[in-house]
């Protein structure tokens, strides 16, 4: 009766030390299945990032403003709607002067 308890004893330590020893021989594969997993994970949420960036610069790419149109208009043509107006007020003084003298009488000369 003894040999048989301590057969089972034996076997019993020899499972447990197999299962210890699968466990720390998987734990290399398990490692590794875990970093691919958070890799795959990783790369899914730039991709999302990057997409979100990229539909956001789409976006304000196809909305312009009137106030940052006129500036990129000023800004390749050199057109300054501001200066331009400013010289068409000038212009219209001008004028307006000239039309003042021509309506006016001469002195009389004696």
Same mark, same amino acid.
């Given at each position: 009766? *003894?040999?048989? &308890? @301590?057969?089972?004893?034996?076997? =019993?330590? #020899?499972?447990?030390? $197999?299962? @210890?020893?699968?466990? &720390? =021989? #998987?734990?290399?594969?398990?490692?590794?299945?875990?970093?691919?997993?958070? %890799?795959? *994970? %990783? =790369? @899914?949420?730039? @991709?999302?990032?990057? #997409?979100?960036?990229?539909?956001? =610069?789409?976006?304000?790419?196809?909305?312009?403003?009137? #106030?940052?149109?006129?500036?990129?208009?000023?800004?390749?043509?050199?057109?300054?709607?501001?200066?331009?107006?400013?010289?068409?007020?000038? $212009?219209?003084?001008?004028?307006?002067?000239?039309?003042?003298? *021509?309506?006016?009488?001469?002195? *009389?000369?004696?």
């Amino acid at each position: 009766m *003894a040999e048989v &308890v @301590n057969e089972t004893v034996d076997s =019993a330590v #020899e499972a447990v030390n $197999v299962a @210890n020893v699968k466990t &720390v =021989a #998987e734990m290399a594969a398990w490692s590794t299945a875990q970093s691919m997993k958070d %890799h795959v *994970a %990783h =790369a @899914n949420r730039l @991709n999302i990032l990057a #997409e979100t960036y990229l539909s956001r =610069a789409l976006k304000s790419a196809d909305e312009v403003d009137p #106030e940052q149109a006129a500036a990129t208009l000023k800004l390749l043509t050199g057109n300054d709607l501001a200066q331009t107006l400013s010289s068409f007020g000038a $212009v219209v003084a001008q004028l307006q002067q000239i039309v003042k003298t *021509a309506q006016t009488t001469p002195p *009389a000369t004696g």
